[in-house]
Nanobody, 126 residues
Framework: QVQVIESGGGLVQPGGSLRLSCVASGRTIRTSALGWFRQAPGKEREFVGGINWAGDSILYADSVKGRFTISRDNAKNSVYLQMNSLKADDTAVYYC???????????????????WGQGTQVTVSS
């Protein structure tokens, strides 16, 4: 069974940091674009950032640029989201998504991805 599983969410104070991980199983991510999305209560799911297959082209939403960093380790079949200077507005369920055989830029739209994880909750609160 092919799946991606997120981990690393939790409760953190404003200004704190968290590192989310997403590991794929059942299929290599080596030629895939990977994206991070989030959805807050009562809001639509939004693009956080995405990384291309080689890891040399990374896109970020304006709301997280300069605070969040995406990286990948193809040997570990994993992608990561380092989140610094967290704000209350970052509170959401965070999802990892994979678009197989994508050698271009990571898409910004949720519907462009082939497989999504179950999500991990991130809560920023004092």
């Amino acid at each position: 069974q092919v799946q991606v599983i997120e981990s690393g969410g939790g409760l953190v104070q404003p200004g704190g940091s968290l590192r989310l991980s997403c590991v794929a199983s059942g299929r290599t991510i080596r030629t895939s674009a990977l994206g991070w999305f989030r959805q807050a209560p009562g809001k639509e799911r939004e693009f956080v950032g995405g990384i291309n297959w080689a890891g040399d082209s990374i896109l970020y939403a304006d709301s997280v640029k300069g605070r969040f960093t995406i990286s990948r380790d193809n040997a570990k079949n994993s992608v990561y989201l380092q989140m610094n200077s967290l704000k209350a507005d970052d509170t959401a369920v965070y999802y990892c998504a994979a678009r197989w055989n994508n050698l271009g830029l990571a898409p910004r739209t949720w519907e462009s991805y082939d497989l999504w994880g179950q999500g991990t909750q991130v809560t920023v609160s004092s």
